[in-house]
């Protein structure tokens, strides 16, 4: 693949990578809401990230600033995407690297297999890298005989947890530290069988495990955060230090890049640099900031490749509407204010990108129908639109994509489905003021199912309407409790008060009348 194929977009393939989940979200949701445990994990470690970030982002002045430079940057980037690109190309090409183009996912494995074997080595490191996970690439390494070992602390914990990441930046953040002591002991052969659930113990103990791992591996594998079109230049950030050892101490380095996470000048990166650790972790800055260009004789990898994935994203690309999702920077803001997650966690989506950028990035890299239930894990609350450092409109990209399923249904089936058929019945009512009244009226009918008492949002009680047992309102009630409708509507009361106003007021005389 090249630069030219920009113009032909794909979608991620089937039976490859993990963007597509085995049940589609309900059906997972329903198991994962009677886990009590990964629910008090995940509100606990989202609320105290919310908590961070809200804090350090009340700092700056100038935030909304900031996000409206983000978002223009990326806008300007994807709008030019092409150039950029072979720009990059020329560049890291000039400067002692190579890079490769995979159209998708099967494409990036086989590259990267490739390279691996033509160095000699059975084993690489890693740096935390979705995308990676997104093509699965330590599944595709493993079959060849080439085992990839995870630096970054929480993927670890995921690896030797034989588990999947469920957040974007804290793949463990489902796992508790007494868990977490427990995968050590059973899945680490040099640990203390003493090991404390202490967060210092365990980070002792995963460094211990890694040490030797980084200092015998000839061959590194890494993601990026950013790379500089203008200079060739690849960003990574991290809290860790285990990428700066990653990209420092092998002697070759292969980077997977999806082709979005270009900027065009070194310049840009002031905008992102300010904006990623804020949004992620919370702080200020990111501890590690580390940058290469090219290869630089006698100084770190000797081998630079550069595998730039398409994947589905020009399909992405070419979508007018859908094309913002790209502008993600991973930060994982969305999902820590989202309630659908917090309540649901991320294996529920299926895929590497879980929560609410998931729901609109996932979709649109494999097609819509191969993940038709995820535009609709939202409540459409808007706080994930909010919260995002470049400022993705998330709940319009969920409404189009919602919008896109409903259309291919429509051109795929000869009846309506039954939520299409009740939406044109409505649609029918409404459009008739006289239809539309006496359908008002008529659901006053509905206080005969308030039978049950519930307790609303201000703590009173109210009379709910529980689970109705018909097909088109059925599986709607099952997860939503409806007031009972009062006993008069807003248009009988704007009636009667209008009637009594006009009744009770004094009448004039047609002529001038007295003035004194």
Same mark, same amino acid.
């Given at each position: 693949? /090249?630069?030219?194929h920009?113009?032909?977009?794909v979608?991620?393939?089937?039976?490859?990578g993990?963007?597509?989940?085995?049940?589609?979200?309900?059906?997972?949701?329903?198991?994962?809401?009677?886990?009590?445990?990964?629910?008090?994990?995940?509100?606990?470690?989202?609320?105290?990230?919310?908590?961070?970030?809200?804090?350090?982002?009340?700092?700056?002045?100038?935030?909304?600033?900031?996000?409206?430079? !983000? #978002?223009?940057?990326?806008?300007?980037?994807?709008?030019?995407?092409?150039a950029?690109?072979?720009?990059?190309?020329?560049?890291? +090409?000039a400067?002692?690297?190579?890079?490769?183009?995979?159209?998708?996912?099967?494409?990036? &494995?086989?590259?990267?297999?490739?390279?691996?074997?033509?160095?000699?080595?059975?084993?690489?490191?890693?740096?935390?890298?979705?995308?990676?996970?997104?093509?699965?690439?330590n599944?595709?390494?493993?079959?060849?005989?080439?085992?990839?070992?995870?630096?970054?602390?929480?993927?670890?914990?995921?690896?030797?947890?034989?588990?999947?990441?469920?957040?974007?930046?804290?793949?463990? *953040?489902?796992r508790?530290?007494?868990?977490i002591?427990?995968?050590?002991?059973?899945?680490?052969?040099?640990?203390?069988?003493?090991?404390?659930?202490?967060?210092?113990?365990?980070?002792?103990?995963?460094?211990q495990?890694?040490?030797?791992k980084?200092?015998?591996?000839?061959?590194?594998?890494?993601?990026a955060?950013?790379?500089?079109?203008?200079?060739?230049?690849?960003?990574?950030?991290?809290?860790?230090? &285990?990428?700066?050892m990653?990209? +420092?101490? =092998?002697?070759?380095?292969?980077t997977?890049?999806?082709?979005?996470?270009?900027v065009?000048?070194?310049?840009?990166?002031?905008?992102?640099?300010?904006?990623?650790?804020r949004?992620?972790?919370?702080?200020?800055?990111?501890?590690?900031?580390?940058?290469? /260009?090219?290869?630089?004789?006698?100084?770190?990898?000797?081998?630079f490749?550069?595998?730039?994935?398409?994947?589905g994203? +020009?399909?992405?690309?070419s979508?007018?509407?859908g094309?913002?999702?790209? &502008?993600?920077?991973?930060?994982?803001?969305?999902?820590?204010?989202c309630?659908?997650?917090?309540?649901?966690?991320?294996?529920?989506?299926?895929?590497?990108?879980?929560?609410?950028?998931?729901?609109?990035?996932?979709?649109?890299?494999? !097609?819509?129908?191969?993940?038709?239930?995820?535009?609709?894990?939202?409540?459409?609350?808007?706080?994930?639109?909010?919260?995002?450092?470049?400022?993705? &409109?998330?709940?319009?990209?969920?409404?189009?994509?919602?919008?896109?399923?409903?259309?291919?249904?429509?051109?795929e089936?000869?009846? =309506?489905?039954?939520?299409?058929?009740?939406?044109?019945?409505?649609?029918?009512?409404?459009?008739?003021?006289? #239809?539309? +009244?006496?359908?008002v009226?008529?659901?006053?009918?509905?206080?005969?199912?308030g039978?049950?008492?519930?307790?609303?949002?201000?703590?009173?009680?109210?009379?709910? *309407?529980?689970?109705i047992?018909? =097909?088109?309102?059925?599986?709607?009630?099952?997860?939503r409790?409806?007031k009972?409708? =009062?006993?008069q509507?807003?248009?009988?009361?704007?009636?009667?008060?209008?009637?009594?106003?006009?009744?009770?007021?004094?009448?004039?005389?047609?002529?001038?009348?007295?003035?004194?």
């Amino acid at each position: 693949m /090249t630069a030219v194929h920009l113009g032909m977009p794909v979608v991620s393939p089937r039976g490859v990578g993990h963007l597509r989940g085995e049940e589609s979200f309900p059906e997972f949701a329903r198991h994962s809401l009677t886990d009590t445990q990964l629910r008090r994990n995940l509100g606990n470690a989202t609320r105290t990230i919310r908590d961070k970030r809200a804090a350090v982002v009340a700092e700056l002045p100038d935030w909304e600033e900031l996000r409206e430079a !983000g #978002r223009q940057l990326k806008v300007h980037t994807m709008a030019n995407l092409p150039a950029y690109l072979v720009q990059l190309e020329e560049v890291v +090409t000039a400067r002692g690297g190579v890079v490769h183009w995979a159209r998708d996912a099967t494409e990036a &494995n086989r590259i990267v297999i490739d390279l691996v074997k033509a160095t000699g080595s059975d084993e690489v490191v890693k740096v935390k890298s979705m995308a990676t996970a997104e093509i699965a690439l330590n599944e595709a390494l493993e079959a060849e005989g080439i085992a990839a070992f995870e630096t970054d602390l929480a993927e670890l914990i995921v690896q030797l947890g034989q588990d999947k990441p469920s957040h974007i930046l804290v793949p463990a *953040i489902h796992r508790n530290r007494a868990e977490i002591r427990e995968i050590f002991l059973r899945e680490m052969g040099d640990v203390d069988p003493e090991l404390t659930d202490d967060p210092a113990a365990l980070a002792g103990a995963a460094r211990q495990h890694l040490r030797r791992k980084f200092l015998s591996a000839r061959v590194a594998v890494s993601g990026a955060n950013f790379a500089v079109a203008e200079t060739g230049t690849l960003a990574v950030v991290e809290s860790e230090g &285990n990428g700066r050892m990653c990209l +420092t101490l =092998p002697q070759t380095l292969i980077t997977v890049m999806g082709i979005e996470k270009l900027v065009p000048r070194e310049q840009d990166l002031e905008v992102f640099l300010q904006l990623l650790p804020r949004s992620s972790t919370g702080e200020r800055m990111n501890p590690y900031t580390s940058l290469w /260009t090219g290869v630089v004789p006698g100084d770190g990898p000797q081998e630079f490749h550069l595998v730039l994935l398409d994947n589905g994203r +020009t399909a992405v690309l070419s979508d007018a509407r859908g094309r913002d999702a790209l &502008n993600c920077i991973r930060c994982s803001a969305c999902l820590n204010v989202c309630p659908v997650y917090e309540r649901a966690g991320g294996h529920a989506y299926g895929s590497v990108y879980p929560g609410p950028i998931g729901a609109i990035l996932s979709p649109q890299l494999t !097609g819509v129908e191969d993940n038709a239930s995820l535009p609709y894990a939202s409540s459409l609350c808007g706080a994930c639109y909010d919260v995002c450092p470049v400022k993705i &409109n998330i709940p319009e990209i969920l409404v189009h994509l919602r919008a896109a399923h409903t259309e291919t249904y429509a051109a795929e089936h000869r009846l =309506p489905s039954v939520e299409a058929a009740a939406m044109k019945a409505v649609a029918w009512v409404m459009r008739n003021p006289k #239809r539309w +009244t006496l359908a008002v009226r008529s659901g006053r009918l509905g206080r005969v199912l308030g039978r049950r008492r519930g307790v609303i949002a201000r703590g009173g009680a109210a009379e709910m *309407i529980g689970r109705i047992p018909l =097909p088109v309102v059925g599986p709607w009630t099952d997860s939503r409790d409806l007031k009972r409708p =009062p006993q008069q509507t807003f248009r009988d009361w704007w009636s009667a008060e209008h009637e009594s106003a006009t009744s009770s007021r004094p009448s004039t005389s047609s002529g001038r009348g007295d003035q004194s």
